[in-house]
């Protein structure tokens, strides 16, 4: 941890949410079964003169009673980046992250209303993450969390089995999903214990379509997820998080590409099987590669 970050104080927060200095990067949630890029985690990063982790921002925002309007403006942030081009989008579903304490708040579930109506979010591709930052009653959240899932929006519970009160907050909450924590995805592969204990998470929620494993980072341990019958995974092996406006580059990259090609067959004359046009192909076939592994597809399903 920086100097920098050990001076946050109440003061900065408040200056980073009055000024809105967040940003929001998204990473890809893969049904690996599918070969499919079905969902993005929406990670919003604090900046004041430098990038702030956002563990540490948040964990001070807690510390200094104002959690409710970190968490508020992070999802406001999320939303409005994510949707403002839903052509580039198609119909992934979005994550946004929330503290148990901010469900609690009597002013939830309006204010998320608003920010849905603001942004232009349909709430049956929202997925609302309850993170376990801090310790919780999950029977505080059931009258909230149904209301939610009424409104049609899913809730998934976030770093399952890196705290006390994952088993219960299963149980009392029913979950749309479950999102296993990197403590035990890592090593999955070669670690018996581990692969009981995500064994019998997938058939506590009944199949692997409700699982999302999280710390992805080679394929021996994607592979033994899938073996088990984890059908949903993110983590540094399909790719980081990413700036909303890099989604527009690929793009682009890509449009450019196809019409560097077409002048070459419609304007010059060459054939589709001429080394120059051959090239072009290549280069196309890479770019869209790129898009898939790293971040686009269709809802999820």
């Known amino acids: 941890m920086t100097n920098f970050s050990n001076a946050i104080d109440r003061r900065l927060i408040e200056q980073i949410l009055r000024n809105r200095c967040l940003i929001a990067a998204y990473q890809p949630v893969v049904n690996h079964v599918k070969e499919q890029v079905v969902a993005f985690e929406a990670l919003c990063r604090p900046w004041w003169r430098e990038s702030i982790r956002p563990d540490v921002f948040f964990e001070r925002a807690v510390r200094f009673g104002i959690s409710y309007e970190a968490d508020i403006a992070a999802i406001q942030c999320a939303l409005d980046m994510f949707w403002y081009k839903p052509a580039h989008i198609g119909n992934s579903v979005?994550?946004?992250n929330a503290l148990p304490i901010?469900?609690?708040?009597?002013?939830?579930?309006?204010?998320?209303?608003?920010?849905?109506?603001?942004?232009?979010?349909?709430?049956?591709?929202?997925?609302?993450?309850?993170?376990?930052?801090?310790p919780y009653?999950?029977?505080?959240?059931?009258?909230?969390?149904?209301?939610?899932?009424?409104?049609?929006?899913?809730?998934?519970?976030d770093d399952v089995g890196q705290g006390s009160s994952s088993l219960t907050a299963i149980a009392n909450l029913e979950p749309d999903f479950i999102k296993i924590d990197r403590s035990l995805i890592e090593g999955m592969a070669h670690s018996p214990k581990k692969l009981?204990?995500?064994?019998?998470?997938?058939?506590?929620?009944?199949?692997?379509?409700?699982?999302?494993?999280?710390?992805?980072?080679?394929?021996?341990?994607?592979?033994?997820?899938?073996?088990?019958?984890?059908?949903?995974?993110?983590?540094?092996?399909?790719?980081?998080?990413?700036?909303?406006?890099?989604?527009?580059?690929?793009?682009?990259?890509?449009?450019?590409?196809?019409?560097?090609?077409?002048?070459?067959?419609?304007?010059?004359?060459?054939?589709?099987?001429?080394?120059?046009?051959?090239?072009?192909?290549?280069?196309?076939?890479?770019?869209?590669?790129?898009?898939?592994?790293r971040d686009f597809s269709h809802g999820m399903q």
């Open 94 to 96: 979005l994550s946004v």
């Open 102 to 134: 901010t469900l609690m708040n009597p002013h939830f579930l309006t204010d998320l209303e608003q920010m849905l109506v603001r942004s232009g979010t349909d709430p049956y591709r929202l997925v609302l993450e309850i993170t376990e930052t801090v």
């Open 137 to 157: 009653d999950s029977t505080a959240l059931i009258d909230t969390v149904q209301i939610l899932q009424g409104m049609g929006i899913r809730i998934a519970l």
């Open 196 to 293: 009981r204990v995500v064994s019998a998470l997938v058939r506590y929620m009944g199949d692997g379509q409700g699982i999302v494993a999280e710390g992805i980072e080679n394929l021996e341990d994607l592979l033994a997820v899938t073996n088990v019958g984890v059908q949903l995974s993110q983590g540094y092996y399909w790719g980081k998080s990413m700036h909303v406006n890099e989604i527009d580059r690929l793009h682009m990259n890509i449009e450019l590409k196809r019409f560097s090609m077409y002048k070459l067959n419609q304007m010059d004359g060459f054939p589709l099987s001429a080394p120059r046009m051959m090239e072009k192909s290549k280069e196309i076939d890479a770019l869209v590669n790129e898009v898939l592994k």
